[in-house]
C-alpha cells in the first residue's frame, strides 16, 4: 500500500485529480486501480504489488500490441484501451466511461443479450492472433499460464484438492492426460488474452466491444484458449451450458472454420479449461456450488464429439 500512496501523490503532482479506487472490494491486493482525471479527460491507473509487475507489464504489452494490429483491420469489433504512460511498477491508461457488458458474474440474464457480440469479437480476436502483422514479442518473459508446448505444467497442482476430495479419479485425470497430450500436433499458437469473460468487456457503442485486464495475455497459448475460456466460465459460474453452447455455435458459424479441423485445436484446450474449474469450483465453494458442472465439462471433453458441446 505504500508504494501506491507514493504513486499516488507523483500522478498528483503532474496534475491529475485522483477520483476513487475502482476495486475497492479486492481484498487480495494484487492491484490498485483508481480513476484519474485531468481536465475534462478521464484515465485509469493501475498499480501492481511488487510480486505482480510482469503481469502488469503483460497488460500494457497486450494493449499497445492489440492497438497495432486493429489499427491494420478497421472492421474490428475489438477495442483495447490506450496507454497513455507505463512504468514496471505501474500505468496510466484509457478510462472506458461505458457499461460493462456484464456486473455479476453469475446473472446468466446478462449474458443472453451479448452473445453474438461475444462471438464476433471472438472471430476478430482469432482475426488477429493469426495475423502477418503479428511480431515483436515481448522482451521480458510472458505469461506462461497455458503455453502450448506444455499445457499440462500446472493441472498436477490444479488436480490435488479435487483428487484428494473423490471430485475426480486418478483414472479420469490419466484420461485427460491422454487426450491433452496425444493432441499437442493439432494445437497451433496464437495471441490470446487469457481472461476472456464479459465482466472484462465495455459496451462502446456501434458494436465496438472495450476489452480489459489483459494479465495473462500471451503469444504462446494455444488457438481457441479464449474461447474455451469464456465456454468453461459460463458453464460453470454461470450454470448455463445453454449460453455456453450459443456462444460456440455463433462463433463457429460467423468464423467459417472447418469444424472437423476446429475439434482437432478444440478437444485439448476445452479438456485444459475443464480441469481448471475443478480447481476453481472448490476455490469458489464458499461463494457457489458449480462442481456438477465442473464434472459435466470433462465428460463433454471425454465424449470427443463437437455435438456434446454444441447442443441445445
Not at 512504468?87 to 456484464?102: E, N, R, T, V
Not at 460453470?236 to 482437432?264: C, G, I, N, P, W
Not at 461463494?287 to 470433462?298: F, G, N, V
Not at 471425454?302 to 458441446?309: A, E, I, N, T, Y
Amino acid at each position: 500500500m505504500e508504494r501506491a500512496e507514493q504513486i499516488l501523490k507523483d500522478v498528483q503532482a503532474e496534475g491529475f485529480t485522483v477520483d476513487h479506487r475502482l476495486n475497492e472490494g479486492d481484498e487480495r491486493g494484487r492491484f490498485f486501480v483508481y480513476k484519474l482525471t485531468l481536465g475534462d479527460r478521464t484515465f485509469v491507473l493501475k498499480i501492481a504489488s511488487p510480486d505482480q509487475e510482469r503481469e502488469l507489464q503483460n497488460e500494457v504489452w497486450w494493449n499497445l500490441t492489440l492497438a497495432r494490429l486493429v489499427e491494420a483491420y478497421p472492421d474490428c469489433k475489438l477495442v483495447p484501451p490506450q496507454i497513455l504512460m507505463s512504468a514496471p511498477s505501474h500505468y496510466i491508461g484509457q478510462y472506458f466511461d461505458a457499461p460493462a457488458l456484464q456486473t455479476d458474474s453469475r446473472d446468466m440474464a446478462q449474458t443472453e443479450r451479448w452473445v453474438e457480440p461475444l462471438a464476433q469479437v471472438l472471430v476478430d480476436l482469432d482475426q488477429l492472433a493469426l495475423s502477418p502483422k503479428l511480431h515483436g514479442k515481448p522482451d521480458y518473459e510472458a505469461s506462461q499460464s497455458a503455453a502450448y508446448t506444455n499445457l499440462w505444467g500446472k493441472v498436477e497442482k490444479w488436480l490435488e484438492k479435487p483428487l484428494a476430495q473423490g471430485m475426480i479419479t486418478e483414472q479420469e485425470k490419466a484420461r485427460a492426460k491422454e487426450q491433452i497430450e496425444s493432441r499437442l500436433s493439432d494445437i497451433q499458437p496464437a495471441l490470446q488474452h487469457g481472461d476472456f469473460v464479459p465482466w472484462h468487456m465495455f459496451d462502446l457503442g456501434d458494436g465496438k466491444i472495450g476489452l480489459i485486464d489483459g494479465e495473462h495475455a500471451s503469444l504462446t497459448k494455444p488457438r481457441y484458449y479464449d474461447l474455451a475460456y469464456l465456454y468453461t466460465r459460463l458453464a460453470t459460474r454461470q450454470q448455463s451450458f445453454e449460453q455456453a453452447s450459443k456462444v460456440l455455435r455463433e462463433f463457429l458459424k460467423l468464423s467459417m472454420v472447418d469444424e472437423a479441423e476446429f475439434l482437432k485445436s478444440w478437444l485439448p484446450v476445452i479438456t485444459l479449461r475443464s480441469l481448471g474449474m475443478y480447481n476453481d469450483a472448490i476455490a469458489d465453494l464458499k461463494i457457489q456450488d458449480y462442481r456438477p458442472q465442473a464434472k459435466e465439462l470433462l465428460q463433454r471433453s471425454f465424449s470427443g464429439q463437437l455435438k456434446d458441446f454444441t447442443k441445445e
